[in-house]
T-cell receptor, first 117, second 115 residues
Framework: DSGVTQTPKHLITATGQRVTLRCSPR?????VYWYQQSLDQGLQFLIQ???????AKGNILERFSAQQFPDLHSELNLSSLELGDSALYFC????????????????FGAGTRLSVL | GENVEQHPSTLSVQEGDSAVIKCTYS??????FPWYKQELGKGPQLIID?????GEKKDQRIAVTLNKTAKHFSLHITETQPEDSAVYFC??????????????FGRGTQLTVWP
């Protein structure tokens, strides 16, 4: 068990809908990362938050947004869903700010499997 | 940004044999290289990592080597066991500006160990 909790495990929804994926990082970790895993694109970085603030952005669509709350849990919001958004979405957490030479060891949750029908 | 290539995409070995997975990266500034193992239905699990100031690191049956000049790093698993069967991902992390801390992943290697 990595200590990173993601809910729900599975999500089935229809095109055009909006969903929210939730992530609780390991105790004490300040950074949260979101990744999308699909068969054709592999593991793709979406976005990173550190202590409530956005730190880095990857190939995240404008229809997707995320935030990190004061208790450090994070939510990934996916809207206007399309068939191609079906994928596994992973959250990872790490201890601290890489800019101060903290270890960037990322621990992954078990993921949320999103199916858009 | 960084580009990580991983080979082979599939690897089958007999139990007890060794397995080697190779990765190359493009950004010479990358300085952290973790390897993850992903079993069916689970998230990636860190199995070993190496930083750019080290050439090799071992942990029991697993070792990772890094060649900064050639920009490639490899995972070596010795005395493979059926429970080593999984998808293995290499990754690289660059300390550059806006990409600070993010991991760039290879496409993965499906390792199958036959008893």
């Amino acid at each position: 068990d990595s200590g990173v909790t993601q809910t729900p495990k599975h999500l089935i929804t229809a095109t055009g809908q909006r969903v929210t994926l939730r992530c609780s990082p390991r105790s004490g970790d300040l950074s949260v990362y979101w990744y999308q895993q699909s068969l054709d694109q592999g593991l793709q970085f979406l976005i990173q938050y550190y202590n409530g603030e956005e730190r880095a952005k990857g190939n995240i669509l404008e229809r997707f947004s995320a935030q990190q709350f004061p208790d450090l849990h994070s939510e990934l919001n996916l809207s206007s869903l399309e068939l191609g958004d079906s994928a596994l979405y992973f959250c990872a957490s790490s201890a601290g700010d890489e800019g101060v030479r903290a270890k960037n060891i990322q621990y992954f949750g078990a993921g949320t499997r999103l199916s858009v029908l | 940004g960084e580009n990580v290539e991983q080979h082979p995409s599939t690897l089958s070995v007999q139990e007890g044999d060794s397995a080697v997975i190779k990765c190359t990266y493009s950004d010479s500034a990358s300085n952290y290289f973790p390897w993850y193992k992903q079993e069916l239905g689970k998230g990636p699990q860190l199995i070993i990592d190496i930083r750019s100031n080290v050439g090799e690191k071992k942990d029991q049956r697993i070792a990772v080597t890094l060649n900064k000049t050639a920009k490639h790093f490899s995972l070596h698993i010795t005395e493979t066991q059926p429970e080593d069967s999984a998808v293995y991902f290499c990754a690289a992390s660059s300390p550059r500006g806006s990409t600070l801390g993010r991991l760039y992943f290879g496409r993965g290697t499906q390792l199958t160990v036959w008893p």
